[in-house]
């Protein structure tokens, strides 16, 4: 699995990783299966949140398919933007630990700004960094204006990631919140690249477009979208799979090759947009 540095953590990371966001309604050991599945691909980038199922797919899922392999995995957690004050989120991040059952995270992330002076959260974070219980930190769903107050805070070098949303038909990050984290060493991991399950239709303009290129490389449409949103260096997607057949497909998209003018057609199949006032959120 292509791998690449994750910001300034010094550590490479593959460029595609395993969501868990709403596994706990799937079927528990389908998605244990995958995710292990997944782990065997390379795909040891997981991403989970105390958020998801509240704890249970830290504590039911993810625990028991790291289980015996936590060194080939880079986890990563998040702590609710209620729970982000300096004492609240170290408190969070030894819940999610224990839920986990591991002793340490490799990246621990804000799930999006809150109320809470981001001081104080970055405060936590670099004393749970000190402390051995995360390796590195970093934001989610942060705009520009965010993350010029993270940096200010912290200096440069401590983000490792902005965690946004990031699929074929929405590209808003790519306006000024990629250039932003391009420039300042941040890794972009984009979340939802399918949309959340609200894929383009094959029958639709970009659709067909998708479904072209897949045809001419004998890989799904699906496959596509995944490389051409991992197209950068900076770039990371987290697609999630409860089902085997998902993951593999998903796991075959970093070996796919698409060429300049297959870019240039998804580019224009699936324009870019004008930029919103607002980041915008699954
Ligand atoms: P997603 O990855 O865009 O889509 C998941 C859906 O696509 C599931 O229904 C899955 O089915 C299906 N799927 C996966 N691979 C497929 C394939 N190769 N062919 C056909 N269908 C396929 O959805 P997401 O869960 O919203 O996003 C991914 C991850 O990003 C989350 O799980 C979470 O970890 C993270 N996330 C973060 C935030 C944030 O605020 N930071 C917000 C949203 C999501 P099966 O599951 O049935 O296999």
């Known amino acids: 699995m292509e791998k690449h540095p994750f910001g300034g953590t010094g550590v490479e990371v593959p460029v595609l990783g395993q969501g868990t966001w709403r596994m706990e309604d799937d079927d528990r050991a389908s998605a244990i299966r995958a995710l292990r599945a997944g782990l065997?691909?390379?795909?040891?980038?997981?991403?989970?949140?105390?958020?998801?199922g509240h704890g249970k797919v830290e504590e039911t899922l993810v625990s028991e398919a790291i289980a015996g392999r936590r060194d080939e995995v880079f986890l990563v957690s998040k702590v609710m933007p209620s729970n982000a004050t300096y004492a609240g989120t170290l408190a969070a991040c030894e819940r999610s630990l224990k839920r986990l059952r591991t002793d340490r995270l490799d990246c621990y992330l804000l799930h999006w700004p809150g109320p809470h002076p981001l001081e104080d959260t970055v405060r936590a974070f670099e004393k749970l960094v000190k402390d051995g219980k995360i390796r590195s930190w970093g934001v989610s769903n942060f705009g520009v204006e965010e993350l010029e107050e993270a940096l200010a805070l912290a200096g440069p070098?401590?983000?490792?990631?902005?965690?946004?949303?990031?699929?074929?038909?929405?590209?808003?990050?790519?306006?000024?919140?990629?250039?932003?984290?391009e420039a300042h060493g941040v890794a972009v991991v984009g979340y939802s690249p399918f949309g959340s399950g609200n894929f383009p239709r094959?029958?639709?303009?970009?659709?067909?477009v998708l479904g072209a290129i897949a045809r001419a490389h004998g890989v799904s449409p699906y496959q596509v979208a995944l490389r051409f949103l991992v197209r950068r260096p900076s770039l990371f997607a987290i697609p999630k799979a409860s089902r085997e057949a998902h993951l593999r497909d998903?796991?075959?998209?970093?070996?796919?090759?698409?060429s300049s003018e297959e870019l240039a057609?998804?580019?224009?199949a699936f324009p870019l947009g004008l930029e919103p006032a607002e980041l915008p959120v699954t």
């Open 250 to 258: 998903n796991a075959a998209a970093a070996s796919l090759k698409l």
């Open 40 to 52: 065997d691909l390379g795909m040891t980038h997981v991403d989970t949140a105390e958020l998801y």
């Open 202 to 208: 094959p029958d639709s303009r970009g659709g067909k």
């Open 157 to 181: 070098g401590r983000i490792a990631c902005n965690q946004v949303l990031y699929h074929l038909e929405e590209r808003a990050i790519e306006h000024g919140v990629l250039p932003w984290c």
């Open 265 to 268: 057609r998804l580019d224009a």
